[in-house]
């Protein structure tokens, strides 16, 4: 089996957090059993830290991936992303040529859209791994206008990709139901597999003992992009400050420190009662571990059904409770189903000061950290995604 050759290929860097944590993170593992080549698009401010770079090679040189690092083209704006599909498209057939890609493995839209090029050209089976729904994405940034003739272009591209690629990879089962209401006949038959981003459930862990910290009210990761309540978590923490004079609060947050402190508001004691600082992300886990209960309330919308927040499962996995909104994800469908934490429909005070009562009820259930733990380990293992891809690899690759 470890003969069989995959390519994998993605516009993300391997020198960001994110590609080391959801890329490298799972090709380490898929690479006990196959032979991986890797093409990633790295910024120039990343690739200019030759220490990281030269961690990252050597990372892939002992699991024995073919990394071949591309330069990221960040403008101009439309020429730039053409630009990567014609190195992609180059890369790849080489690649296929060359007999080093009997599987491609493509991540988001862009790399998708040349993996079934060369599919239609070479007959190179391909996964195509959404991530999310990029469509819907766009289009609530601003950044796409429903019903032109771009957004027609990649609404073509998408549906050509679920139809055509050997299968399809969703971070969220939410997703799943919207494209197959969207696109009934392009996934009739279609083998669809849900993977979750993936923690590390090894750093993150429950704490050992704690019981003499006191009880911290927090959130972790940012909250200034546009897709997060703010306003919420605000009215959350200030109820909480208003029923607990001795409950502190902390953002774990690389944002700008006075913008969260302004935005958040509240009197000068509740002020006084919170931390907001940011850390490097291989030391984020102690943070955590000294919490007592995680805030995160994301925007809703059609293009957060594709959304599995990664701090979720940091979260659960320090075997702590969270309160969150519904409509991102998977994430009501996680709450509900392991009953770790509360979920909010709005931003009212009425409605975080029942949250709150939910919750502590909910923290008297001794048994609520081992399920927090649980459902991380059951839903966001780095060892559960491994397995899932590892065996799409051996249906494709028989």
Not at 104 to 129: C, E, M, Q, W
Not at 172 to 185: D, F, I, K, N
Not at 260 to 281: I, K, M, N, W, Y
Not at 303 to 309: A, D, H, I, M, V
């Amino acid at each position: 089996m470890y003969n069989r050759k995959v390519l994998y290929i993605t516009r993300n860097g391997m020198l960001e957090p994110l590609g080391q944590s959801q890329v490298l993170s799972y090709l380490k593992g898929l690479s006990r059993n196959y032979q991986v080549s890797l093409i990633s698009f790295e910024k120039p401010e990343d690739r200019a830290d030759q220490i990281a770079f030269s961690r990252v090679q050597q990372e892939c040189d002992k699991y024995g991936m073919r990394w071949l690092p591309q330069r990221f083209h960040h403008r101009p704006k439309v020429i730039a992303p053409a630009w990567s599909m014609i190195v992609f498209l180059f890369l790849c057939l080489r690649e296929v040529r060359r007999g080093n890609a009997e599987l491609i493995h493509a991540r988001s839209y862009i790399p998708a859209a040349v993996a079934l090029l060369v599919n239609k050209l070479t007959g190179t089976p391909f996964f195509f791994d959404m991530r999310a729904l990029w469509p819907e994405e766009l289009i609530t940034a601003g950044r796409l206008k429903r019903g032109s003739i771009m957004h027609k272009a990649i609404a073509w591209v998408e549906r050509k990709c679920l139809k055509n690629a050997a299968a399809v990879i969703s971070l969220t089962h939410a997703a799943v139901g919207y494209l197959q209401e969207m696109y009934p006949e392009e996934l009739k038959g279609q083998v669809v597999r849900v993977i979750p981003t993936c923690a590390d459930l090894d750093r993150f862990t429950p704490a050992i003992n704690r019981e003499s910290k006191p009880v911290t009210y927090s959130c972790v990761g940012t909250v200034l992009s546009g897709w997060f309540h703010l306003d919420w978590l605000g009215e959350f923490f200030r109820q909480v400050a208003a029923a607990d004079s001795s409950a502190c609060f902390e953002v774990v947050t690389r944002d700008n420190v006075e913008e969260v402190r302004s935005r958040l508001g509240g009197t000068e004691d509740f002020q006084a009662r919170l931390r907001v600082f940011g850390l490097p992300s291989h030391e984020v886990h102690s943070s955590v571990q000294q919490h007592t209960v995680s805030a995160m309330f994301f925007s809703q919308g059609l293009s957060k059904l594709g959304s599995s927040p990664t701090r979720m499962g940091e979260i659960l996995g320090c075997g702590l409770p969270v309160v969150a909104n519904s409509g991102v994800g998977d994430v009501a469908r996680i709450i509900q189903n392991y009953r770790v934490g509360v979920l909010v429909e709005d931003g009212s005070p009425e409605v975080m000061k029942l949250a709150l009562q939910q919750l502590n009820e909910l923290r008297n259930d001794p048994e609520l950290s081992a399920r927090c733990r649980r459902a991380a380990e059951e839903v966001f293992s780095l060892e559960a995604g491994t397995q899932s891809y590892r065996a799409l690899y051996q249906e494709v690759l028989k």
